[in-house]
């Protein structure tokens, strides 16, 4: 019976394609997923919008939306029929050719790169034998996106914005991916499904994941923060801080292309969690060997919005970061300490399994972690803060 | 030879044309941006993945970026105020035509020391990685080396920089 519902939607979609010839039948399963994932994870940014608006609400003392539908469920849908009727407003002086094309550009790639993600127990929709490096390619091009958007704007403050943020996604980049080659190292191969199997075993009750091993904690919580910044969210939304450059690089965007940017920030950052999922947390492998009676795909989308909600927090919780401690954060620890994690990793590898590679790995870990983090504190004079009061 | 073959090779083509023509230089950075996209899927469609997915990630992501940021720092992206395409197209073009000549004819020059395939041969990733590391691990630390030395270089002209202004 679990597996029959683990395996749900596969049979949902042969039951579904079986009423077409034979010669169709495998356009028309390809066709089918892809509608699937667009809907699903546009209901999932629907989802997510809402449960920030209330989370951040509660967070800061007050009710967020909740006049539409019971307790406000129904604003995401409010939302976005307001995006829709609304004027759609083109700066006179604008580009208006790569004004159309950037929320365009940034949707299309941010949504190709969930073609590798296995969302479930053989629900893939490629199995890519370099489906990381895809991943990675995808996010590359919304780099661009985000510079026509800024640019073709012809608004200082979109241009600004657009600046700080490829400034800060390609330093956020390398980090990302130095993070990731870690993972990569250890399964062996970058084909994302072969990676959760690689994780989807236990030993007892608890599995195996990533997560749970020194490098693979050092390159998750490096990870996390790299997504973070990679996403423009904050403590690293520089790029839109509406104090600074009111929206930053979407400031002159308006109607259903404003709603788009929207929708592309936070699908890329489902995607992001998606595939720090799949790479540290098990992808839709079970916590425990006995939860496995829950399907694998529940198990993914419980951990996506886990991580989402992680976000959330951090935004209720951190102050927005200087344009100087983001990039000295990125060059001179992260950058550094992941380089070290990748050799620490291949340590990891060469002393094979025992007691040792638990003990090294994790002193070595360590010890830098605290001596770059006191040479850190030293540098920027970081220490106890002394008020003073009129004397 | 396919239909997907003339579609991607025309858009290639016509990125590559609009780089070369148009007078805004912004519109040129972003015209090439996808005439490597064009090649990219080009790689794509010979099922050479990890060429395909390079390309995107280093012309696009980080070449295309310097390209436009180049562009940015020097002001070169004023709106020209009359006409689309550039005045010195003819000379741009007789660039091109030169630089084609010379890649078709080492092309050509190099096809028949080539011994002819009757399939193509599946390369994996796993088999650059290993051909990397393995056979050609030199020439990969040679550039690294390269490359290393070129960053340094910009920091320290960076500090230069800084330290006059002082």
């Known amino acids: 019976m679990a597996a029959t519902i683990d395996q749900i939607w596969i049979f949902f979609l042969h039951w579904l394609v079986g009423f077409l010839p034979a010669a169709w039948q495998h356009a028309a399963a390809v066709v089918l997923c892809v509608a699937a994932i667009i809907a699903v994870f546009c209901t999932l940014f629907a989802l997510a919008v809402l449960m920030e608006r209330k989370g951040l609400g509660r967070m800061q003392n007050r009710y967020g939306p909740n006049r539409v539908g019971i307790f406000g469920i129904l604003q995401p849908v409010a939302d976005g029929i307001k995006a829709l009727i609304k004027e759609d407003v083109v700066p006179f002086r604008a580009d208006a050719v790569v004004h159309f094309l950037a929320p365009v550009v940034l949707v299309v790639t941010v949504f190709m790169g969930y073609a590798v993600l296995p969302m479930g127990r053989h629900m893939v929709l490629v199995d890519m034998d370099a489906g990381l490096l895809f991943f990675f390619a995808m996010g590359a091009a919304t780099e661009l996106s985000v510079f026509m958007a800024g640019w073709s704007s012809r608004n200082k403050y979109s241009l600004l914005g657009a600046m700080r943020a490829i400034a800060q996604m390609i330093s956020y980049e390398v980090v990302l991916l130095l993070a990731s080659i870690a993972v990569v190292m250890i399964a062996g191969t970058l084909s994302l499904p072969k990676i959760v199997d690689a994780q989807a075993s236990y030993s007892g009750i608890f599995p195996h994941w990533y997560v749970f091993t020194p490098w693979g904690l050092a390159g998750f919580l490096i990870f996390v923060i790299a997504s973070t910044a990679e996403t423009n969210r904050s403590p690293f939304d520089l790029p839109e801080g509406e104090s600074e450059i009111v929206a930053g690089y979407f400031t002159e965007y308006s109607g259903f292309k404003f709603a788009l940017f929207f929708l592309g920030e936070y699908v890329e950052m489902l995607a992001v969690a998606g595939l720090g999922t799949t790479l540290f947390l098990g992808g839709w492998s079970a916590p425990l060997s006995v939860l496995n009676v829950l399907p694998s795909w529940f198990w993914f989308f419980l951990k996506v919005m886990l991580w989402i909600c992680f976000f959330i927090w951090l935004r209720g919780t951190l102050p927005r970061l200087r344009q100087d401690q983001l990039m000295n954060f990125a060059w001179k620890f992260a950058l550094p300490f992941t380089l070290l994690n990748l050799v620490v990793t291949a340590l990891w590898r060469i002393l094979g399994p025992g007691w040792e590679q638990w003990v090294f790995c994790t002193a070595i870990l360590a010890a830098a972690y605290v001596f770059m983090s006191l040479v850190g504190f030293r540098a920027n004079r970081v220490g106890p803060r002394r008020y003073r009061y009129a004397e | ?166």
């Open chain 2, 1 to 166: 030879m396919s239909i997907p073959f003339f579609v991607i090779s025309a858009l290639t083509v016509a990125g590559g044309l609009a780089a070369m023509t148009l007078k805004n230089t912004v519109h040129c950075a972003l015209a090439l941006s996808v005439a490597f996209a064009g090649i990219a899927l080009l790689f794509l469609s010979l099922d050479a993945q990890f060429a395909g997915f390079a390309q995107i990630l280093i012309y696009i992501g980080a070449v295309a970026i310097l390209v436009v940021f180049a562009i940015l720092l020097t002001r070169g992206s004023e709106t020209p105020t009359d006409g689309v395409h550039s005045g010195t197209w003819l000379v741009g073009l007789a660039i091109a035509a030169a630089v084609f000549a010379v890649l078709g004819w080492a092309v050509l020059a190099s096809a028949p020391g080539l011994h002819d395939e009757a399939a193509a041969p599946v390369v994996t990733v796993r088999d650059i990685g290993n051909a990397l590391m393995g056979r050609y691990v030199l020439p990969l630390e040679i550039v690294a080396l390269l490359l290393t030395a070129a960053t340094i270089g910009a920091v320290i002209v960076a500090m230069h920089e800084k330290a006059r202004t002082k």
